[in-house]
């Protein structure tokens, strides 16, 4: 079981930077491959960026490519967001996610932070 507690999140100016945080409980943090997704109001969930269990692959949406970074420290158990050039339609609840491998859905969820970006 992984139990996941976001942090970072608030209110920033469009053009300007957060860090968000997912620290994860347990010892077997290094077995997850960890995402972010975001969900804007009156918007479905989206995927936002993935990374692998070694950090080894990384991927994320096209309309945060060259914005966004996800890393992650294993000894931490934490992964992070690093969110540059932020954009108003970058205002949503960000979720971490945690899942075993790719052929399977992500099955443990944090509570969510909120990000609001002001034009």
């Known amino acids: 079981q992984v139990q996941l507690v976001e942090s970072g999140g608030g209110l920033v100016q469009a053009g300007g930077s957060l860090r968000l945080s997912c620290a994860a409980s347990?010892?077997?943090?290094?077995?997850?491959?960890m995402a972010w997704f975001r969900q804007a109001p009156g918007k479905e969930r989206e995927f936002v960026a993935v990374?692998?269990?070694?950090?080894?692959?990384?991927s994320s949406a096209d309309s945060v490519k060259g914005r966004f970074t996800i890393s992650r420290d294993n000894a931490k158990n934490t992964v992070y967001l690093q969110m540059n050039s932020l954009k108003p339609e970058d205002t949503a609840v960000y979720y971490c996610?945690?899942?075993?491998?790719?052929?399977?859905?992500?099955?443990?969820w944090g509570q969510g932070t909120q990000v609001t970006v002001s034009s």
């Open positions: 996610a945690a899942r075993l491998n790719s052929f399977v859905p992500y099955g443990y």
């Open positions: 347990g010892r077997t943090f290094s077995r997850y491959d």
């Open positions: 990374i692998t269990r070694s950090g080894g692959t990384i």
